[in-house]
């Protein structure tokens, strides 16, 4: 059974740093790329990086350029996403979700996990 499952959803201060979390299970992630998408309320799921499993190729959104980090851990087939820098308009739902092409676009993943929330407010 395919799973996604993220962690480290937080409620934090603006300026300061998350590290969310991305298990994958019940697949082979080789072939795979493994992205963070976001959702904040009334606004529509945006792209926020990816990472290519086998050849470790990097994808971001502008808005996060400089400020987050997506890496890997192929000994435990988890995604972690760095985030440095938080704003309030970094507040959503972050959910990572799987693909077996390079691609930015939430239509083009297959699988998703149920997401965890980061609140960013002073």
């Known amino acids: 059974q395919v799973q996604l499952l993220e962690s480290g959803g937080a409620l934090v201060q603006p300026g300061d740093s998350l590290r969310l979390s991305c298990a994958a299970s019940?697949?082979?992630?080789?072939?795979?790329?493994i992205g963070w998408f976001r959702q904040a309320p009334g606004k529509e799921r945006e792209f926020v990086a990816a990472?290519?499993?086998?050849?470790?190729?990097?994808f971001y959104a502008d808005s996060v350029k400089g400020r987050f980090t997506i890496s890997k851990d192929n000994d435990n087939d988890t995604v972690y996403l760095q985030m440095d820098g938080l704003k309030p308009a970094d507040t959503a739902v972050y959910y990572c979700?799987?693909?077996?092409?390079?691609?930015?676009?939430?239509?083009?993943?297959?699988?998703w996990g149920q997401g965890t929330q980061v609140t960013v407010s002073s």
């Open positions: 979700a799987s693909t077996t092409v390079a691609s930015t676009r939430s239509n083009e993943y297959d699988y």
């Open positions: 019940g697949f082979t992630v080789d072939s795979h790329t």
């Open positions: 990472i290519g499993w086998s050849d470790s190729r990097t």
